[in-house]
Nanobody
């Protein structure tokens, strides 16, 4: 069993920054390869970023160069540093585990970017 709890969302003006956190508990073999997704109102959930077990990082083209994913294995916490935020970044942000044998999602944290 894995529990994921996101935090750090909020309201920010365009151009601002936020850092999201995802605190994980449970099987560490599940939490070494994780991703961030987001879902805007009326839209499908979309991939934002991933950090793999070997530390490789991947980003959606829409956030590349502005968002940075990282992980503190000692704290079992995943982060997403978001800079130069745009209004289209308004969404619920979710963290998830990636291994196919343990597919878990957090409850989400809301990010609202005003123009």
């Amino acid at each position: 069993q894995v529990q994921l709890v996101e935090s750090g969302g909020g309201s920010v003006q365009a151009g601002g920054s936020l850092r999201l956190s995802c605190a994980a508990s449970g099987y560490t073999s599940c939490t070494q390869d994780m991703s961030w997704y987001r879902q805007a109102p009326g839209k499908e959930r979309e991939f934002v970023s991933r950090i793999s077990k070997d530390g490789s990082t991947y980003y959606a083209d829409s956030v590349k160069g502005r968002f940075t994913i990282s992980q503190d294995n000692a704290k079992n916490t995943l982060y997403l540093q978001m800079s130069s935020l745009k209004p289209e970044g308004t969404a619920m942000y979710y963290c998830k585990t990636n291994p196919p044998w343990c597919d878990y999602w957090g409850q989400g944290t809301q990010v609202t970017v005003s123009s």
